[in-house]
């Protein structure tokens, strides 16, 4: 097998350091808005990173210099621009690009960290801090839904993923005020794993996390992790035939005997790389959110 | 098209302000108890509410020098008085008055705001409190939810719409308990956009926030916003078909170009008011919860 | 009828005290490990108490001198240990133990409370914290989900439960990092109903509330809450149509009117004990989790 390099992106640049991805948007002159072509590259290296036995964590960040870690879509030239590439079929065709990269993102097995080291707007929230296991961010950086202050509506499956990480209650005053708030403010601090107050300690503490995972955390349990939690049962007892089930096949697998033989001679473990296929995993359906075309 | 005048209420006060329709319970000398006469009142006020264009965002409170709120259900005739259209048919037709205005609010397509300036009992959170967007409250209001401790249920949708914003943890203490707990308790603090020290400044931060959002959202992308919330798909993938098309067709809209023109050109909004038919909205079926009777 | 006398547990100590029962896990030498023996006691212990009329309320503990809560599983000799009984037939016969005592918790009538007045560690957070109603804890406890360092799986229902309790931010968090966190960390404090400064505090603060609820609270109305808040509907409106037939059938019992005359009487409420069968009580189908045999 050969592994990707990770090079000749435009709007990201992208490096690997000790099995931890890391991938900065690299727009600062253009505000770090979002665009066509940084959704293409950030879909596009999650699906690699997704698939790529070397990496085990996932960063997404900003220059700390930068004058936002994302303002938002790009809609100096109004909100057409996002829809020409679906004017070919009908209307029906729209897939929000915020929503495929959440997706690719959300989908993704390893551990994806984001590194919010400046303020944020729209898509700078939906898509690039809400499908993410873990949020750090910098307690200066404004952070703002204001989509029905705009006449459009929240995307990037934010409306699945904000209530289910924080609740209706907060999800519902950030959405249906559109206000600008920051990360200490109470509805919004339940989001974040961490809330530095510099932004140059943000991607600093974010990635000496990384890199401990990265040692610490087995690949095999990370995936089932997330698909319990994404993908888990509509009962505890559907939850339990689940667990049962991936608890029996982990604790079967060398990762399991390596973290009991680790913990109890006191060293780092030293768990297998490789996300291979099991006969089980995953136990779930795949949606295809692909359009269908109506026209030859 | 002609406009209701909100006038002819006997339980309640209603006044329409810039937009804004400020509904005041109106029977302090009976505590603000709720009774079947309060609660066909704040139904039809809130189904006109609805309806009517004029009205972009809805305020519902009480005098700050009643004695409370909202002091629950009046029992002081037992619980049967609660029941009594019922008897006509089987004990299956009772459709518990509570969660008829839960469900009045909730489902109201325009912003709705509780100004909650004093204690609050049983349904007084149940129904006049946990269905709306956003809550505001007096720090001293003192707030229970007792069923527990008298013999009965949680009504009016509570079992659905508190767990849901703010955590089963939460919720749990709150019902299983059925203690009295203030806004600032931990159990309780997520449930409310803003917490106020004097019974005086609940209502009038309630009103600044409701006139700023009477002109800076957008009707449309409120009702599209809310009905993602409450009609979302059950994963981030059925949401994304869903909020793309929503911000596919919210795009295309003069409140869309408004918004991006209005933002650029630093200057409020001019949105339209008009709640229209959509061809796709609602994308949701709607429950009929009404009883079949089974006699002629 | 006759009842249990809760003796003859060899894992732990079992006592009835005015319709509190108190289960205290009795493995001091063995650090609180959880073992196939105590998994065992434990759901028996709790099927006994949701059918014993006398017991309104279990609470479960550990001696506040021992050197934890539950440190975990046993495992010290491997994983294997934990799936001798399953090899008999396939892999797919195993249930996973901290499940099935999870399930047991969760589907108790009684109110349930867990005193955590020491550390505690995987299973002694997934089985013996999150299926509980009320957590009590000790600030000083670390608390612990190591799976992902161990290379296994989060077990015991814990991916449905824990998101249910909190959100999926801090539940992500603590799944995904495996750390050890003190009760008042952001991620962890909404877990909780009361932290208390010393261990010797959690046991008798939790006793006392239970003791109270004991007298105050209705069994009727606890499970009637407990179900609604389990088996409630999937929308406002099927959530009202199951609420509006709970308080219709507890509005007309004994404890409603004993509920209404005791407060205007101003002293506690007698509750009929009896968790009789309603015609309509459970109204949802329990899921069967037991594995049928491929082999005679």
């Known amino acids: 097998m050969s592994f990707p390099d990770y090079s000749g992106y435009k709007e990201i640049k992208v490096r690997l350091d000790d099995g ?14 979002f665009a066509s072509s940084v959704a293409k590259e950030i879909k596009n290296v999650f699906d690699l990173a997704d698939r790529d036995d ?5 960063i997404f960040t900003a220059e700390h210099t930068a004058p936002a870690y994302c303002s938002g879509a790009d809609i100096s030239g109004g909100w057409d621009g996002l829809f020409k590439e679906d004017e070919e079929d ?3 065709a729209h897939r929000d690009t915020g929503g495929q990269i959440s997706i690719s993102i959300y989908n993704c097995r390893k551990i994806t960290i984001a590194a919010v080291n400046g303020h944020a707007a729209g898509v700078g929230i939906t898509a690039l801090q ?31 993923l904000l209530p289910r990480l924080i609740g209706y209650s907060r999800a ?17 601090q339940s989001l974040y794993h961490e809330i530095l107050p510099t932004r ?8 000496a996390l990384a890199k401990e995972l990265a040692v610490h955390a087995s690949p095999k349990s990370v995936r089932y992790t997330k698909g319990l939690l994404q993908h888990g049962g509509s009962s505890i007892e559907e939850t339990h035939l689940l667990d049962s089930r991936a ?15 680790s913990f109890f001679e006191r ?20 949606v295809d959110v692909k359009y269908r075309k109506s026209k030859l």
């Open 54 to 58: 070397r990496v085990r964590v996932v």
């Open 90 to 92: 009908t209307e029906l």
């Open 130 to 160: 809400l499908p993410f296991d873990l949020r750090f961010v910098w307690a200066g950086a404004k952070q703002t839904l204001p989509f029905i202050r705009r006449g459009i509506a929240p995307e990037a499956g934010s409306t699945y």
């Open 172 to 188: 519902n005053s950030l959405l249906l005020t559109g206000g600008t708030y920051f990360p200490n403010s109470h509805l919004l």
């Open 267 to 286: 060293r780092p473990p030293r768990f297998e790389g490789k996300v291979s296929k099991d006969s089980w995993y995953p136990w779930w359906m795949s």
């Open 20 to 33: 931890v991805l890391v991938v900065t948007i690299d727009r600062a002159k253009k505000y770090n808005t």
């Open 200 to 207: 140059e300690e943000v991607f600093p503490k974010a990635l």
């Open 247 to 261: 608890i029996r096949i982990l604790a079967a697998s060398p990762d399991a005997a390596e973290g009991a033989k």
